[in-house]
T-cell receptor, first 111, second 108 residues
Framework: EAAVTQSPRSKVAVTGGKVTLSCHQT?????MYWYRQDTGHGLRLIHY???????EKGDIPDGYKASRPSQENFSLILELASLSQTAVYFC??????????FGAGTRLSVL | GDKVKQSPSALSLQEGTNSALRCNFS?????VQWFLQNPRGSLMNLFY???GTKENGRLKSAFDSKESYSTLHIRDAQLEDSGTYFC??????????FGQGTVLSVIP
């Protein structure tokens, strides 16, 4: 069974709307990450967290917020979705920044 | 410019042959990871490396921190090896930076 679960698996949102992507891990890992992948490109780090109730900015945090209410859960929030945020979003967990374990991804389309 | 560069960007391999993928980086790296993204989009970890080498079945990977590169060798390529291979480097800022990927197609 998947240890990193993302929901929803896909979503269509309207420009200016609020979008929340959820991630749940059962690995008991300290670190959790949100990455975005654009077609034909690698992954870019949006936000990450190494402890509950604390989040850190990644390389492309603008337009995104993150929330880590517990060790198991990490959410990515788009307060005002824009066309440029259409992408596939991956959540991952890791113990002490070691091997990353990814979720299956969420395909977000902003129209 | 890109801090982590992978080469080649795309590669076609005949089934049963060997090849090597390369990851060069311009940041001081402590660890390197290699991932395979299959055609369905799922990401799977292949290797986690400190300086040195690791081997797993038909795959072998090396990380040279002094020369700032890592390699992934594929031996006896199979159809299921097809997908996009990413390297990711942990730098001194404690952030993992991904390369742009190598798209591998194994053909019968």
């Amino acid at each position: 069974e998947a240890a990193v679960t993302q929901s929803p698996r896909s979503k269509v949102a309207v420009t200016g709307g609020k979008v929340t992507l959820s991630c749940h891990q059962t690995n008991n890992h300290d670190y959790m990450y949100w990455y975005r992948q654009d077609t034909g490109h690698g992954l870019r780090l949006i936000h990450y967290s190494y402890v509950a109730d604390s989040t850190e900015k990644g390389d492309i945090p603008d337009g995104y917020k993150a929330s880590r209410p517990s060790q198991e859960n990490f959410s990515l929030i788009l307060e005002l979705a824009s066309l440029s945020q259409t992408a596939v979003y991956f959540c991952a967990s890791a113990e002490n920044q070691n091997t990353l374990y990814f979720g299956a991804g969420t395909r977000l389309s902003v129209l | 410019g890109d801090k982590v560069k992978q080469s080649p960007s795309a590669l076609s391999l005949q089934e049963g042959t060997n090849s090597a993928l390369r990851c060069n980086f311009s940041i001081a790296a402590t660890t390197v990871q290699w991932f395979l993204q299959n055609p369905r989009g799922s990401l799977m970890n292949l290797f986690y490396l400190v300086p040195g080498t690791k081997e797993n079945g038909r795959l072998k990977s090396a990380f040279d921190s002094k020369e700032s590169y890592s390699t992934l060798h594929i031996r006896d390529a199979q159809l299921e090896d097809s997908g996009t291979y990413f390297c990711a480097v942990l730098g001194g800022n404690n952030k993992l930076t991904f390369g742009q990927g190598t798209v591998l197609s194994v053909i019968p």
